[in-house]
């Protein structure tokens, strides 16, 4: 199991003069940690100002990922065409960039306790909540991204540092994301319906 801080990998990959990037290599790179790693990395992103349709590209490997968490499988797991695919490093190094303090700090604050909320049953309890996330995060919501991007990025913190007050608390997020995504909703639809009772004659 490696010993170098995840802050310190993540820096690595903005770093490193390679042009090319690839998620084989960030799983080989967070070792052990690769599960929660990447769930880390992927809900920080989604938590940043990015393109319209990113949330949705950003949310594949949380969807692929956090499934085998909720199995309880060892060794992450990914299709060729997504783990081979060459990501160029010049675009990505902003983004590590920006990423690297965040996880620095969340390391100084995170600390093993609550232990007993990390057995089997606890760590596919976080892989159950991560895959409903993702799930919200593939629907093209504008700014529907945060909040899950925030909850998922939390439980994986709490996955790795085995930090059972951070996982509560990002159950607590779990549940206003939730919250939050059926007010808006509801919100929309009361507006669509009003719109289409406007239109004299349609109905």
């Not at 960030?26 to 100002?49: H, K, Y």
Request: include cysteine; glycine fraction near 8%; charge should be positive.
């Amino acid at each position: 199991m490696s010993t170098e801080r995840l802050s310190d990998v993540i820096e690595s990959f903005g770093e490193d003069e390679r042009p090319v990037l690839t998620v084989d290599e960030m799983l080989e790179r967070f070792d052990s940690r690769a599960f929660g790693a990447v769930l880390l990395v992927c809900g920080l992103l989604n938590c940043l100002p990015l393109p319209p349709g990113s949330s949705t590209i950003l949310s594949l490997p949380i969807l692929l990922l956090a499934p085998q968490i909720a199995w309880g499988a060892d060794v992450p797991w990914l299709p060729r065409s997504i783990a081979a695919r060459p990501l160029r490093r010049d675009s990505l190094r902003g983004l590590f960039r920006k990423l690297t303090p965040v996880v620095r700090r969340l390391e100084v604050v995170t600390r093993p306790r609550l232990r007993i909320l990390f057995g089997p049953v606890g760590e596919r309890l976080i892989g159950v909540v991560c895959t409903l996330l993702a799930l919200v995060l593939v629907l093209p919501i504008p700014l529907g991204n945060l909040a899950p991007g925030a909850t998922v990025a939390v439980l994986a913190m709490a996955l790795l540092q085995r930090d059972g007050l951070l996982a509560l608390l990002g159950y607590l997020m779990a549940a206003v994301s939730v919250g939050l995504l059926a007010l808006s909703a509801g919100v929309v639809t009361a507006a669509v319906q009003r719109l289409l009772h406007m239109i004299p004659g349609l109905f």
